[in-house]
């Protein structure tokens, strides 16, 4: 694992198979079965799975991905946060989730815009897209709040629900 970048309170960096119990504790709180989706991530094995198919995949593939974000204090990973290039978008889009006992203390928001600035200085993106559900009203405040504006709605394909599509532009 490799730090990328810091803010005062958190670090970000590349995920490790050695996170195999916090993706398992994460991909199964109940805001992340709401929002994001089950994975059907169940057991340790699952969740090694899922890091070496889904998360390490993305760096060797685009340069980038999710990473995990952990307290500089106790050296604790609390959540994610990162970039997801889908097919329907010409440009990454901002993703974040965080463990319940880390959320209302402003780790996403110090998370996002640490994500959104090495995005600009280090990837030299000119542009990101960030989706969320309509009734996710903290992720639609923390995109709001970083700067990010509301273009309309989206239905991914093979999707049947609509997703509120955000951009920004460096």
């Given at each position: ?24 504790e994460l991909l ?17 094995a699952d969740a ?44 990454p889009d901002l ?76």
């Amino acid at each position: 694992m490799k730090v990328l970048f810091e803010t005062p309170r958190l670090q970000l960096r590349t995920f490790a198979a050695t996170d195999d119990t916090f993706v398992l504790e994460l991909l199964n709180t109940p805001t992340w079965l709401q929002y994001i989706g089950d994975r059907q991530v169940k057991t340790l094995a699952d969740a090694q799975r899922y890091i070496m198919n889904n998360l390490l995949r993305l760096y060797a593939e685009q340069g980038y991905g999710a990473w995990v974000v952990v307290l500089k204090e106790t050296g604790q990973p609390i959540g994610i946060c990162g970039l997801f290039k889908r097919r329907y978008l010409e440009q990454p889009d901002l993703g974040f989730a965080f463990l319940p006992e880390a959320e209302g203390h402003g780790y996403a928001y110090e998370a996002a815009t640490a994500t959104m600035e090495y995005t600009k200085q280090q990837l030299e993106l000119p542009r990101l897209f960030a989706i969320t559900q309509p009734g996710n009203h903290r992720s639609v405040r923390l995109l709001e709040r970083s700067g990010f504006t509301l273009q309309g709605t989206i239905q991914p394909p093979g999707e049947t629900m609509e997703l509120m599509l955000f951009d920004i532009s460096f």
